[in-house]
């Protein structure tokens, strides 16, 4: 079935770097973007990062601009964000989640945004 | 960056009542807006996309409409199973922006 699996959350002190994996499985892979959005423990959704079906555009939250990096394998259906200089207001379940999309004149244009998640992976930054 | 104002934050309601939730963006969005609904530990759900698609599978009691800066999403006749916090997005230009969250709770 269509799936998106999160992995490598964990805890990490401040300042630190982790990198967090999504594997995707049951549907194409190379014809969807990926996202993440995390959420702080008792708070609402953020989106962090997203990138597109082949790659070539990536964006993110001005809170994780030059920090993060949103990365994908096509040839292992994975989609990875690479966390550096870590926070304690970054800690948070992070989800992956796919977004069905079109180009257009070299812009990408969402269908509606997130129709698959993943279960979340949660990371945590202390000391 | 375009601001999500939800409102309100948290509702309560009984089985049966019809309930609305409100979404307002701080510039025009055309009808690039979804909406979602987390339960306690899990992962978000989408309910509705481009500001009044329902998506397949989720009951008929729930609708979606609205385009340009309002948005609403009805649930016609809410259920307990229906205990959730809702969420809207909008993905018209990045970075995109959740709504703070609606906690509906049953009477």
């Known amino acids: 079935q269509v799936q998106l699996v999160e992995s490598g959350g964990g805890v990490v002190h401040p300042g630190r770097s982790l990198r967090l994996s999504c594997a995707a499985s049951?549907?194409?892979?190379?014809?969807?973007?990926l996202h993440w959005v995390r959420q702080n423990p008792g708070k609402g959704l953020e989106w962090v990062a997203g990138?597109?079906?082949?790659?070539?555009?990536?964006d993110y939250a001005d809170s994780v601009k030059g920090r993060f990096t949103i990365s994908r394998d096509n040839s292992k259906n994975t989609v990875s964000l690479q966390m550096s200089s870590l926070r304690p207001e970054d800690t948070a379940v992070y989800y992956c989640?796919?977004?069905?999309?079109?180009?257009?004149?070299?812009?990408?244009?969402?269908?509606?945004?997130?129709?698959?998640w993943g279960q979340g992976t949660k990371v945590t930054v202390s000391s | 960056d375009i601001q999500m104002t939800q409102s309100p934050s948290s509702l309560s309601a009984s089985a049966g009542d019809r309930v609305t939730i409100t979404c307002r963006a701080s510039q025009g969005i055309t009808n690039d807006l979804s909406w979602y609904q987390q339960k306690p530990g899990k992962a978000p759900k989408r309910l509705i996309y481009?500001?009044?698609h329902l998506q397949s599978g989720v009951p008929s009691r729930f609708s979606g409409s609205g385009s340009g800066t309002e948005f609403t999403l009805t649930v016609s006749s809410l259920q307990p199973e229906d205990l959730a916090t809702y969420y809207c997005l909008q993905y018209n230009s990045y970075p995109w922006t959740f709504g703070q969250g609606t906690k509906v709770e049953i009477k």
């Open positions: 990138i597109s079906y082949d790659g070539s555009s990536k």
């Open positions: 481009a500001a009044s």
């Open positions: 049951g549907f194409t892979f190379t014809t969807f973007g």
């Open positions: 989640a796919r977004n069905d999309e079109f180009s257009s004149g070299g812009k990408y244009f969402s269908v509606g945004a997130f129709d698959i």
